[in-house]
């Protein structure tokens, strides 16, 4: 236990020293936070009301699927995973750590997120606390899972990125943090519903408990995904 603690507690301060965390869980997030928020506030002040939950959304899609992906790419494609190897670390440590910290700094951004939009933006608090940190947390979970996926099983960054981005755009445009997803057409209000973004964005706002346990089960078949692939790399 001494030994996890200690490789969560390094792999935050790496992570807070490495440009690609600062940049994708940090710095474009808050800045887009800062930038929008007042945007659609100005443009529809009904978006107070679910502002904060829609920019938590953009924080945990961009930090989790352009910022972990490369991170996990660095230690299994390269000399890492080797050392794990060496001295007899499991295999799978690597992800866990990783997952963990990117967990640690992105919840940390949200919270800011949190904290900082009443006063600055107006926005209104969530009116379920509970199930709000909750389904955040779920959600968060699920992205940080899907960027580990990525992460094992594209090696090169420019092929990371890419795939990342074929995810991330359809997440942040159909989820309805943009503009209502009335206003899109029927079927793709339809497919929405296959991005995280869409499911975890509807429970903080909406507060549709029923889509939680979709949310898990999607968690699940993304924690077997990861093991599937670590297994095969244990084996490689």
């Given at each position: ?83 794990f190897r060496a001295n007899g670390v499991p295999v ?60 094992l099983l594209i090696k090169t960054q420019a092929r ?77």
């Open positions: 236990m001494k030994a996890f603690l200690y490789g969560v507690g390094l792999q935050l301060k790496l992570d807070i020293r490495s440009r690609t965390m600062l940049v994708t869980c940090y710095l474009v997030p808050l800045v887009f936070f800062f930038f929008m928020g007042g945007i659609f506030t100005s443009i529809d002040p009904a978006a107070s009301r679910t502002l904060i939950a829609s920019m938590s959304v953009f924080v945990i899609t961009m930090s989790a699927l352009i910022g972990l992906p490369p991170s996990l790419g660095e230690v299994y494609g390269g000399d890492v995973k080797k050392m799978g440590l690597g992800v866990v750590t990783q997952f963990v910290s990117s967990f640690v700094h992105t919840f940390i951004v949200c919270l800011i997120v949190f904290a900082v939009a009443p006063p600055v933006f107006g926005a209104e608090l969530p009116q379920n606390l509970p199930l709000y940190f909750c389904s955040l947390a779920l959600l968060l979970c699920v992205t940080l899972a899907a960027g580990c996926v990525l992460g990371q990125t890419m795939a990342a981005m074929i995810i991330f755009l359809p997440s942040i445009m159909l989820s309805g943090i943009m503009f209502p997803a009335t206003m899109l057409p029927q079927f793709l209000q339809y497919a929405a519903y296959a991005f995280p973004a869409t499911i975890g964005f509807g429970v903080m706002t909406a507060f549709q408990v029923w889509q939680l346990p979709v949310l898990a089960a999607q968690f699940v078949a993304l924690c077997a995904a990861v093991a599937i692939i670590l297994n095969i790399k244990a084996r490689a």
